[in-house]
């Protein structure tokens, strides 16, 4: 097809999708050089080379150059290096899916957009099949860490807040109550993997202890940083909400689970437990007749 019979709107598409293959590119070579096993490297080093393949059909067919995306392909770089690169990939494949869309609507106009479409397909296939994070093995031990800690420690903190009315007491009570539970809860996870002959319990019990001192620390720091008791409440359960919400959109995007069920329900039974906790809180203080 000759560039001059090409439409304006399908030029811009074919622009952006040039631009997007090369950048692509960039992030799948940096991920080759992370991953440490060679399989997965070298399917992801074909992959990328594929995405560069790809990238110059449409320069032949726009008759003009352009730049990757160097800050988005830093960017899933970073990304990669603290959510590993099964979030990432899972990010790229939901891309994938956006752009095999643009490919169909291409086919009348571009009949190479259908070739191009098929091998976008058979990235996913192989994306899929070598998805084998170490860190994904373990969701289940930070799910139990994270869940525990905001339900057990925002309910204690939320109680306390009353009943005490003093930051630095809170702080001080919450910080002692949550390192005791996260050495309790990693415990009790290496014992449970133990127990069911799992050869990696000592990581189960790390990623769980993990999850749960991560949770402490951030819900515990508003009290830490404030003099005002009242702010110091509202401000750790907008960190349970907001750490609920980007761990759930992690698993979701990682393990392709559903966000707003999951969501929903961590947040309910949270603050419900903070709810009662501080209800809880008010009672004790008033009938114990405790003053501090």
Do not use: C
């Amino acid at each position: 097809m000759e560039q001059k019979t090409m439409s304006r709107k399908t030029m811009l598409i074919l622009l952006y999708l040039q631009r997007g293959e090369l950048t692509e590119h960039l992030i799948y070579k940096s991920l080759a050089k992370r991953v440490k096993d060679e399989h997965n490297s070298d399917i992801l080093r074909r992959i990328g080379e594929e995405e560069l393949r790809h990238a110059k059909i449409w320069e032949k067919m726009t008759g003009k150059q352009v730049k990757p995306n160097r800050v988005k392909a830093w960017f899933y770089s970073m990304l990669a290096l603290l959510l590993g690169y099964t979030f990432v990939l899972k990010k790229m494949e939901r891309g994938e899916d956006k752009a095999t869309k643009g490919y169909a609507a291409l086919i009348a106009e571009v009949p190479q957009a259908k070739q191009i479409s098929e091998d976008e397909d058979r990235h996913e296939q192989q994306l899929l099949a070598m998805l084998d994070e170490e860190r994904l093995q373990y969701i289940g031990s930070m799910v139990l860490g994270l869940s525990d800690a905001l339900v057990e420690l925002s309910g204690t903190l939320a109680g306390l807040t009353f009943a005490l009315q003093n930051t630095r007491l809170i702080a001080l009570s919450g910080l002692i109550t949550g390192i005791s539970a996260t050495l309790s809860m990693a415990s009790s996870e290496y014992l449970s993997a133990k127990n069911s002959g799992d050869k990696n319990a000592a990581k189960s019990s790390m990623y769980t202890g993990i999850a749960y001192l991560f949770t402490v620390t951030f819900m515990v720091l508003p009290y830490l940083l404030l003099e005002s008791y009242v702010l110091a409440l509202i401000l750790m359960l907008v960190v349970v909400v907001v750490i609920i919400m980007l761990f759930t959109y992690y698993t979701s995007v990682a393990k392709d689970l559903p966000f707003g069920k999951r969501f929903t329900e961590m947040a309910l039974i949270s603050l419900s437990v903070a709810a009662i906790s501080f209800v809880i809180g008010i009672l004790v203080k008033r009938f114990l007749g405790i003053e501090i």
